[in-house]
């Protein structure tokens, strides 16, 4: 009887030990984000920042990748990323429109800038279709449509293609880009980041996260190297390839609030959604 109880007791611990993916974004990280970016802009010092471990680059870098500005029901404003696929369809994380506890009623999308508050290319809209599966509790199925108003592609805004097929992308590097954090005690740099990541099997990544987070329609990369996505990022691009042979294979999801290194990060599989993207392209 004592023996079934120790070892009932050390798979509590060990469960306990597993981590839960953030369901309340907004609150957590995209409104606060936000507020200090917009001081960082306006020349207040904080002690945020963006992708952890990565690299400054040109608000033409990356020319696919779109802020989001994001107003909430409650009237507050909160970040994420997307990506550009076609004249009038962007995609990004479902939880960037709605979390387990708040609501988007608008998302400002800007291209070309190394700013979410400033210059570059600005549209509104209100038209999202999350996926019909996405669940607020465990962010599975993480995935949403944004329809909008048709933009001019020109050297510094271009779609990138939907990865599609079978394969699983494990032990490529792929590059990461987002206006989220860089890690915590970072100084800011105030501009769009990147990062290499290399992206590991499922297997690997699911003894990290508490069960049935990680599933088939999970891509996992490791943050062993130095490098991660963080708060902010949500819902930004993981692509592989250059120039027109680029492809988006991952939609930032989830991480550790803290962008722990050693703690693998969770993106939507964009293969696995192939067919439902396309559906609304």
Request: aromatic share 8%; net charge neutral; hydrophobic share 35%.
């Amino acid at each position: 009887m004592k023996s079934s109880l120790l070892f009932l007791l050390v798979v509590a611990v060990a469960a306990a030990e597993l981590l839960q993916p953030n369901t309340r974004y907004h609150e957590t990280e995209g409104i606060p984000k936000f507020q200090l970016m917009k001081q960082l802009e306006e020349g207040t010092d904080f002690d945020g920042g963006r992708i952890w471990g990565g690299q400054a680059v040109s608000g033409g870098t990356h020319p696919h990748l779109g802020g989001l500005w994001i107003t909430l029901t409650t009237g507050q404003n909160s970040i994420c990323g997307s990506s550009l696929v076609s004249n009038t369809r962007s995609v990004t994380a479902a939880h960037c429109w709605r979390t387990s506890t708040l609501q988007a009623t608008m998302f400002t999308i800007v291209w070309n800038s190394n700013s979410i508050f400033w210059g570059g290319t600005r549209i509104n809209t209100n038209q999202v279709i999350e996926h019909p599966n996405y669940n607020v509790w465990n962010l599975n199925n993480d995935v949403a449509v944004i329809i909008h108003n048709h933009v001019n592609f020109n050297n510094n805004i271009q779609p990138i293609a939907l990865a599609t097929g079978s394969q699983t992308y494990a032990g490529t590097w792929a590059v990461a880009a987002g206006y989220g954090q860089t890690g915590d005690g970072n100084s800011p740099s105030g501009t769009k980041f990147q990062a290499n990541l290399l992206v590991i099997t499922n297997s690997a990544c699911q003894g990290t996260w508490m069960p049935g987070i990680v599933i088939a329609s999970t891509l996992c990369v490791s943050t062993a190297h130095g490098s991660s996505t963080c708060p902010g990022d949500s819902g930004g691009p993981l692509a592989v390839g250059s120039g027109n042979n680029r492809q988006l294979i991952g939609i930032t999801s989830f991480g550790t609030q803290w962008c722990a290194q050693h703690h693998p990060a969770g993106f939507a599989r964009v293969t696995s959604f192939a067919s439902w993207f396309n559906s609304h392209m």
